[in-house]
């Protein structure tokens, strides 16, 4: 059975958590995510990430966020062909996801850090402000 | 290598996402937090639950989790000798974990429900309320 077919076909319940983590419940397609937000598009961008994720998990897991809906690649340059990474709206509404892991590794693990790409996980998932028209003035 | 051994030994790096998904970036072990949220606290109540984890996976999953001092166990029958899981404070702060993923699944997969677990997991995380002191009457 393909990684793809497996995002399709899987679901073990209706459970809206284990549906979610039928599509990013492993060790790296949220680093994949996080490096996306972190500004990362290309293949070697996100190899270059310090978890040194091999190569082949990381074709694997972009083309099942693809197939998901929550990744989008398109090509910036032709012979040879370079594909860049982007997160959809549905990606980018995992923010808070990420958000909340960054905050319980940096209560509970001694030593871990959070990146920057929190900051941007989180403007990104905020609320657009509501802004007040100015009134119009009486002439 | 033993899983156990995994939880201690394996690092990816200091991130604190990558951190915390060295010990809960799997399909099932967030499942299991999901239970003791909502209340289960036996291994047999764990196995009924709608996904049908595989006994071995459970078993090795609440040893991991144990390991990682998320989870305890507590003996509450001897002969033969039976345990009570329950999460610690540690297992109780991924309680917004929890939520954000239920979140991401209600608005993203359609028809996937969110269980009880969520409003539970929702106050178990909850700041406690300050409460006045009533002022002191005068006499």
Known sequence: MSSVKQV?????????????LDIIGDKWSLLVIR????GKSTYGEMLASGERV?????????KR???????????YQERPVRFAYTLT????????ILIALVRWGRKHIPDSTAHAFAERAARATAKPRVTKKPKARRA
Chains 1, 2 share one sequence.
């Open 65 to 75: 966020l693809e197939e998901a809906g929550i990744v989008e690649k398109n090509a």
């Open 54 to 62: 091999p190569t082949n998990i990381l074709a694997d897991r972009l």
């Open 89 to 96: 709206p549905k990606g980018r509404d995992m923010g808070d």
């Open 35 to 38: 490096d996306l937000f972190a």
């Open 8 to 20: 399709a076909d899987f679901a073990r319940s209706s459970c809206a958590v284990a549906s979610t």
